[in-house]
């Protein structure tokens, strides 16, 4: 189980990182690991690839592959490095999920099947058969905005009781759902004697949820700013919330306009602006839209990112 096997290192910032591109299309390996390193010496507290951010379901099988073992890699056991390998495919989810233990990931991020909208019991299954098929700690992905079904309280309880799922990354967008998993389900979870970490989805949220008790983010914005978000969640983290308010309102218009288009567009051209591996999206993702070129720009400026 490696470094998540109780959940307790789950706290802090985790990027959600990015997958550079090439000019023509293909995948930037270099820029990769350069990215990696990069977040590293920031003191990040964790790694997720292969998520939405890391257009994962453009990324062919072998390029999947190849960016998880430098992950593990660059990291080299200093942080958790959690995959992402979910789909709406049960089976598929597992197949990737035991190629990700092959590879050495610590953990994995597995989201709700999107599209085919199973009920609370299939979602249950799901992953009560990705528990039963890998050994690797898993984070629940609850992001209904991208998959038409949002993890209720109720089934989340029942999944935290599976012995190998130990965080939610909560994306509902809901605070008063977030409050109520830690409320309800973590209090019970300790009660077994279990830590079971929640995590914001969004950065946005990663104060409000921190005020109620969360762990931490896995990050959209610390692809481009990672010591900043860091410093939000260490703040949080100490209970410095005069500190952590002063950092998040200054993030602010940065964590609004990294989500002006589907992410993760709007990011990869900041990052693009800065310098920074990154590159084009591939199809059906595509170029910021002109008109919002200006907006991202002023978002940069407004959050103190000189470009």
Known sequence: MGMVQDGMQLRGAFTALITPMQA???VD????????RLQLEAEINGLVPLGTTGETPTLERDEQDRLIEIAMEEA???VPVIVG???NSTAHTIHNARRAQELGADAILVVTPYYNKPTNEGIYRHFAAIAEATDLPIVVYNIAGRTAKNIDVTTM??????PSVVAVKEASGDIAQMGDIISTVVSARR????YFAVLSGDDAFTLPLAALGGDGVISVVSNLVPRRIVELCR?????????ARRLHYELLPLFKGAFIETNPIPIKTAMGWLGLPAGPLRLPLCEL?????????AALRAAHVDI
Do not use: M, P, T
Not at 235 to 243: N, S, V, Y
């Open 289 to 297: 839209e002109k008109n919002n070129v200006e907006k991202l720009k």
């Open 191 to 194: 009660k077994d004697g279990k």
């Open 76 to 78: 080299g056991g200093k």
């Open 235 to 243: 703040a949080c983290r100490e209970g410095k919330f005069e500190e």
């Open 24 to 26: 023509d299309g293909s």
């Open 29 to 36: 390996y270099e820029g990769f690991r350069k990215l990696i």
């Open 157 to 162: 309880d029942r999944l935290s009781q599976i």
């Open 85 to 87: 390998v979910g789909s």
